[in-house]
């Protein structure tokens, strides 16, 4: 669980300079460590490089999608467990996204219900 007085790291990727100041200003003043990419690969590259508590991760990238970058992430068993949250202004999503977001948020609450209530 993300508790921020420990110094939880969050990743925010998004290619939008102005959204990685804004999120980034409002989670810094938090107490939050954050850490910004502002692609897919390079979201990837950092996720696996660092343990984070959580990406906010955009849809919409210049290189490879958010989708993309999610199936990556929880593809690699060093990165599985890491939280994501998508963030987009993208109006018109299709089925199967929508079903890939709702899967990465059942087996978020699943690992988090399993962790928190019962443990070990």
Not at 11 to 29: A, G, P, R, W, Y
Not at 95 to 113: A, D, K, P, W
Request: hydrophobic residues 45%; proline residues 2%; contains cysteine.
């Amino acid at each position: 669980m993300m508790d921020k007085d420990q110094g939880s790291k969050i990743l925010i990727v998004d290619d939008v300079q102005l959204n990685l100041d804004l999120m980034k200003e409002i989670l810094s003043d938090k107490g939050y460590l954050i850490a910004t990419a502002v692609n897919g690969r390079s979201a990837i590259a950092k996720a696996k490089a660092h343990k984070f508590d959580l990406i906010l991760l955009d849809v919409v990238l210049p290189d490879i999608d958010g989708f993309e970058v999610c199936s990556h992430l929880k593809a690699n068993s060093q990165t599985q467990d890491i939280p994501i949250i998508f963030l987009t202004a993208k109006k018109k999503k299709t089925t199967s996204h929508m079903g890939l977001i709702l899967e990465q948020l059942i087996t978020f609450l699943n690992l988090s219900v399993r962790k928190n209530f019962w443990p070990g």
